[in-house]
């Protein structure tokens, strides 16, 4: 199985309301980052949070990460319509090196 | 700064054709460079990774191929498509050095009939 795996794999809310994503992992890392896909497009980094760090905010952004549960959430607060996207959490792969790998991805709808 | 680009936007081939798919960085030097596939509505899988001149590892035996001729430029390529191999290719570059953040190209959306 991936060594993140996001959850829900879709989540449909309001615009303005907040959407919180979760990904879980398998292996201790030194990094887990977020990237937002929209629709037939490439990945755009969002956010990368380090295991020596709990918490990361970057516009509405918030980032958590717990290594003792090996797990990390992406809040989005104040949703937009804009936001809707598929969002991947993507961990390093075992030994070490530049090789990252992605979960499968929630996919966010934000009605307006 | 950097872009990178990849090209043909969108593919639709026949089985049992050759293929190939274009990636090129510009604005920054000696980057590792990656090639995914994505099936609709799911994850990346990584196909190829490079992280020089002619470095390519390969990640899960398959039907593809994939070289790195210059500095910034990666090529993915088939000798013959298979109907499998339909599919969201992106490319992707690093920093040298086992920097973390990815950057992706635009995607090239494959169709194989």
Redesign the interface.
């Given at each position: 199985s991936q060594q993140g795996e996001e959850d829900p794999q879709a989540l449909s809310i309001q615009e303005g309301e907040n959407a919180t994503m979760n990904c879980s992992y398998k292996t201790s890392i030194n990094n887990l980052q977020w990237y937002r896909q929209n629709s037939g497009r490439g990945l755009v980094h969002l956010i990368l949070i380090r295991s020596n760090e709990r918490e990361k905010h970057s516009g509405r952004l918030r980032v958590t990460l717990d290594t003792s549960k090996k797990s990390s959430s992406l809040l989005i607060t104040a949703s937009r319509a804009a936001d809707t996207a598929s969002y991947f959490c993507a961990t390093p792969r075992g030994g070490g090196g530049f090789k990252t790998i992605f979960g499968a991805g929630t996919r966010l709808f934000v009605k307006a | 700064s950097q872009t990178i680009h990849q090209w043909p936007a969108t593919l639709v081939q026949p089985v049992g054709s050759p293929l190939s798919l274009e990636c090129t960085v510009e604005g920054t030097s000696n980057p590792?460079l990656y090639w995914?596939r994505q099936a609709a509505?799911?994850?990346?899988q990584?196909l190829f990774?490079s992280?020089g001149i002619g470095q390519i590892s390969s990640e899960v035996p398959q039907n593809l191929s994939a070289s790195r001729p210059q500095d910034r430029q990666f090529i993915l390529s088939s000798k013959k498509l298979l109907l499998s191999d339909s599919g969201?290719y992106?490319c992707?570059w690093?920093g040298a050095g086992?920097?973390?953040?990815?950057?992706?190209?635009?995607?090239t959306?494959l169709l194989v009939l």
């Open positions: - | 590792n995914y509505g799911r994850g990346l990584l990774y992280v969201f992106l992707a690093s086992g920097r973390e953040t990815q950057y992706f190209g635009p995607g959306r």
